[in-house]
């Protein structure tokens, strides 16, 4: 059993201080909010491409996704399909939307649409999204450090965040792409090094892993049986998967804002699709090392999920590639808080801050920028902080992506009233994403075993579109909701 090593140190240190000094040289001249959060709009597609699997995926697919086939099969890789078609549809859809104009954020379209009253509950709905689901992926990345450390969860989470956020405030998203693409790259190597690592730590290699494997059932992939109330299905993985992707590809900022950093819409394009063939071949590689691992432990019970990849990095590797694979996990992690930072930052200055002030002054949108980068870094350290008494039994991954799942229908369905409908207002697309999002918690509160997570975008999204176009038609009287319909429309 191998011990973290001075050497393994060294890796992790010269690795993390490197690209954090790199990000906050990528930074260099910028001069308004424009540059801080859409990079001119100058990055070529493959830079984004990479980013774009970075933000999605990082430290969940490094740590937790190892850990979904450990406890069950491979049968999470269904979802990957419909997370391509997803994308397709938002190319063909909501692309064209975005590069009609000059839009800053996402939500600047729907105020195109219905008026700033919706863009404001769009992206706070967005904010709230962030803030819980990425406060999980930041926990999930300092199970492995406080590993290594002896640290508590709180200070790993601390340290962690601290770094991320140098480079990010000071390099803003041209830091963020760029460093995302070489971190992707960074773990993708670090998954590769643990398939061969586990190849030759378990007696028979990888032909005897796939034997045993496949006899007891883990190498199942698909699945075509109709069962609602069982998450990794064929159709949950087409429809569910589809409908999750189009909300977090083609309404959530933490995506599109990359999606706007592009030259034309072509190169967005490019970057979009090509992404979805990258997450397939990802998903595949860590699902295929929690096998490896679920062999090489004898299947043995673990408290959490997430521990099982990291407990095999840090006491099983030769010093050396412990180190370098924990800086894999950590430039997954960094990519992925570094993009949500930014992302909060931007919604923050352009869809609350420059409207109430009547801003538009670049330098001045700069400003306000970095100072929301601080205090979201704040609250998503706050937040991950607060879910580690609530970890135990599950894997970090399908919790953040519940969590999405639950207001991503809610999104979907204002954009799809915002672009298909003509008849839709601001107040009744407010009012459908309400009782789209409230239906779609009270399902997960209290019939979570009846409906798994992956319909939660699907049944969230037809509410919201039924009960917007409901709303719309048929205003209620009265002085708030009159009100109400003022600050929609």
């Known amino acids: 059993m191998s011990a973290f090593t001075t050497l393994d140190l060294t890796v992790l240190v010269v690795y993390m201080a490197g690209v954090t000094a790199w990000g906050a040289w990528l930074g260099r001249g910028q001069t308004g909010g424009k540059d801080y959060f859409l990079g001119s709009r100058e990055l070529p597609w493959a830079a984004v491409l990479l980013s774009i699997v970075a933000t999605e995926t990082s430290t969940l697919t490094f740590l937790s996704i190892p850990g979904v086939s450990y406890l069950g099969t491979i049968a999470f890789l269904q979802l990957t399909l419909g997370y391509l078609l997803g994308r397709v549809v938002v190319a063909l859809v909501l692309l ?89 790259g960074l773990y993708l190597v670090g998954g590769l090094i643990a398939v061969y690592a586990l190849g030759g730590a378990v007696d028979g290699g990888w032909e005897a892993i796939l034997a045993s494997a496949g006899e007891a059932g883990k190498l199942q992939w698909l699945d075509f049986s109709f069962d609602l109330a ?52 990802q998903f595949a590689l860590f699902l295929v090392i929690g096998v490896g691992l679920w062999a090489f432990y004898q299947a043995r019970p673990f408290e959490r999920g997430d521990e099982i990849f990291a407990r095999f990095i840090v006491e099983e590797l030769p010093s050396g590639v412990t180190g370098l694979l924990l800086a894999g996990v950590f430039a997954a992690a960094m990519s ?13 200055a352009y869809d609350f801050w420059a409207p109430a002030r009547g801003e538009t002054d670049d330098a001045r949108i700069l400003k306000a920028g970095k100072g929301f980068t601080l205090l979201w870094s704040a609250l998503l350290v706050g937040g991950a902080i607060v879910f580690i008494p609530l970890s135990a039994g599950t894997t970090a991954v399908e919790v953040a992506l519940a969590i999405a799942s639950l207001v991503y229908g809610g999104l979907l369905g204002a954009f799809a009233l915002g672009v298909f409908s003509k008849r839709a207002t601001g107040f009744g697309t407010i009012v459908g994403m309400t009782v789209g999002i409230a239906t779609v918690t009270t399902i997960w509160i209290v019939a979570r075993e009846a409906l798994a997570w992956p319909w939660f975008v699907p049944t969230g999204c037809l509410v919201t579109i039924a009960v917007g176009l409901l709303a719309s038609s048929r205003p209620a009287g009265g002085p708030a909701a009159a009100a109400a319909r003022s600050a929609g429309d």
């Open 96 to 184: 064209p939307a975005y590069y009609r104009g000059e839009l800053a954020t996402a939500y600047g379209l729907l105020e195109s649409r219905f008026g700033v009253g919706t863009r404001r509950f769009t992206s706070g709905v967005f904010m709230i999204t962030r803030l819980l689901a990425d406060s999980v992926r930041l926990f999930a990345t300092a199970i492995p450090l406080a590993l290594v450390t002896g640290w508590p969860y709180a200070g790993s989470i601390a340290a962690i965040a601290l770094l991320t956020v140098v480079y990010t405030y000071a390099g803003g998203i041209r830091a963020v792409v760029w460093v995302d693409a070489v971190q992707m």
């Open 230 to 281: 069982t998450p990794y299905t064929f159709w949950a993985g087409v429809v569910g998967g589809g409908f999750l992707t189009m909300a977090s590809h083609g309404t959530d900022q933490l995506i599109v804002q990359r999606l706007l950093t592009c030259r034309d819409e072509r190169a967005s394009r490019k970057a979009l699709i090509g992404s979805g063939f990258a997450v397939i071949v």
């Open 336 to 348: 992925s808080l570094s993009s949500s930072i930014n992302s909060l930052a931007s919604a923050s």
